[in-house]
C-alpha cells in the first residue's frame, strides 16, 4: 500500500510538471474552491456492514494548483460508531477526523486540459490526518487518538456558466494507521464509506473560475514577432531622422523669413524726363481712394489727352516703404487702377489709351514720405 501511496504521488507531481506549461501562470490566490459534503461509512471486516453504518457531515476547502494536482483540507464529524471497538458513549458527535489531502484529476491527466473543466471528471484524493473519538466522564476508558490515511476517489460533476459548481460522489476507505500494535495500513483497522459534497469554485484573476490555456507560440512565430519588432524600430528610426531633418529644414526657413524682415522693401528710383507730367495724386496712408482735393490733378490730365489726341498715358502707383513688400505691391496697383476709372467714368477718356503698373513702394520719389503715396502720369507717345 505504501508503494501505491508514492506511485501516486510521483505521478501527480509529473502530471503538474506536464500541466504547468499549459495554462496560464495563476495566483496565489487563484483556484480556491469550498465545499461541504455528507455520506455513511462502516467499519470495512464487520460482517454486517449494512446493520452498523455510520452517518458523517464534513467540510472541505481546497486550491487546485495545477488542472492535475491540487491539495485540500478536509474535516469530518461522526455521529455515531456502531460497529467500532470505540465505545465511546453520550456524545452527540461520537468522533472527528481532519485530513490534509491531496488530489489527482485523471480525466486532465490522461485527456489533457481543454481551457475549461469537463462536465464528468475523475479525481483521486489521498493523504493524512488525525481521528479523535469522544468519551463522556461516565464512559470506560479515555479519549482515544489516531493517525489516519484516506483514500478515495470522486466521480465530479461541473455546472454552471463557467463550471464554477461542482457535485461529486465519493467512496472512500480511511485507516487508523496506529490503532493496531505497529504503524501500518491494515483493513481490520479501517472504515469504508460513501461522501456526496458539492464544492463552489471562486472567481480568478483571470477573470473565470478555473484554469485558462496559456497561449503557447513556437520559435517561428517568436523570430516572426522579433523580425517585426526590429522593423518596427528600424522604420521609427528612419522616421525620427526625417523629423529630424524636417525640423532642421523649417529653422533654416524661419532664420531666413527673420532676415528677410529685417530688410527694407525695394524701392523705386524714377528718372526725370520730359514725359513725365507735372500733376500727381496723392493718397492716405493705406488707402487706395481718391480724396475730393486729387480730383482736380486728374482734372488737368484729362484736359491734356483732350487737347492731344494721340497721346497715351501710362499711370504709375507708388506705395511709401511702411509695411510688406507684397502689401505695397498691391496698393501701387490698386491705386493706379483708381486714377484710371476715374478718367474712364468722370472724364470719358478711352481706357484703350491708359495703361497702369504697379511700381510697389519707394522713398526716392519725393523728399517727403508722404508724397510717395502717389499716382504719377507719363506720355507715352513722346
Excluded at 205 to 228: V, Y
Aim: aromatic content about 10%.
Amino acid at each position: 500500500m505504501k508503494k501505491v501511496i508514492f506511485t501516486l504521488a510521483i505521478a501527480a507531481l509529473s502530471a503538474q510538471a506536464m500541466s504547468a506549461q499549459t495554462v496560464e501562470e495563476s495566483k496565489l490566490t487563484d483556484n480556491w474552491y469550498i465545499g461541504v459534503n455528507g455520506g455513511v461509512n462502516a467499519k470495512t471486516t464487520h460482517t454486517s456492514i449494512f446493520k452498523n453504518i455510520n452517518p458523517s457531515a464534513g467540510l472541505r476547502i481546497g486550491r487546485n494548483l495545477t488542472p492535475v494536482f491540487g491539495l485540500a483540507a478536509e474535516g469530518e464529524v461522526y455521529f455515531n460508531n456502531k460497529g467500532s471497538e470505540y465505545r465511546p458513549l453520550g456524545t452527540f458527535v461520537k468522533g472527528f477526523n481532519v485530513s490534509l489531502l491531496g488530489t489527482t484529476n485523471f480525466s486532465n491527466w490522461f485527456g489533457g486540459y481543454k481551457g475549461s473543466p469537463r462536465v464528468f471528471e475523475v479525481i483521486g484524493v489521498y493523504g493524512l490526518g488525525w481521528g479523535h473519538a469522544f468519551h463522556t466522564a461516565s464512559a470506560e476508558g479515555m479519549d482515544e487518538n489516531v493517525l489516519t490515511s484516506k483514500l478515495g476517489l470522486d466521480f465530479a460533476f461541473n455546472f454552471g456558466a463557467d463550471k464554477e459548481w461542482q457535485v461529486y460522489v465519493e467512496p472512500n476507505i480511511t485507516y487508523g494507521l496506529n490503532a493496531g500494535e505497529k504503524l501500518q495500513y491494515n483493513a481490520n483497522h479501517s472504515a469504508v464509506g460513501v461522501l456526496v459534497g458539492v464544492n463552489y469554485k471562486f472567481g480568478n484573476s483571470n477573470g473565470t473560475h478555473n484554469f485558462k490555456i496559456a497561449e503557447i507560440r513556437n520559435q517561428a512565430e517568436i523570430d516572426a514577432l522579433n523580425a517585426k519588432i526590429n522593423e518596427l524600430r528600424a522604420d521609427n528610426s528612419n522616421k525620427d531622422n526625417t523629423i529630424g531633418n524636417n525640423n532642421r529644414t523649417i529653422a533654416d526657413l524661419q532664420a531666413q523669413l527673420a532676415a528677410a524682415k529685417k530688410q527694407k522693401p525695394a524701392t523705386v528710383v524714377v528718372n526725370e524726363n520730359k514725359n513725365v507730367l507735372q500733376p500727381t495724386v496723392i493718397f492716405q496712408q493705406g488707402k487706395s481712394t481718391i480724396d475730393a482735393a486729387q480730383y482736380a490733378s486728374i482734372s488737368m490730365v484729362a484736359s491734356y489727352m483732350k487737347n492731344h489726341k494721340d497721346c497715351k498715358i501710362l499711370i504709375k502707383g507708388y506705395a511709401s516703404p511702411e509695411g510688406s513688400a507684397e502689401l505695397n505691391q498691391k496698393l501701387s496697383e490698386a491705386r493706379a487702377n483708381a486714377v484710371k476709372n476715374a478718367l474712364v467714368k468722370r472724364y470719358k477718356i478711352s481706357a484703350n489709351r491708359l495703361t497702369v503698373q504697379g511700381m510697389g513702394a519707394t522713398d526716392k520719389l519725393f523728399d517727403e514720405v508722404d508724397f510717395n503715396r502717389v499716382a504719377t502720369f507719363t506720355d507715352t507717345t513722346k
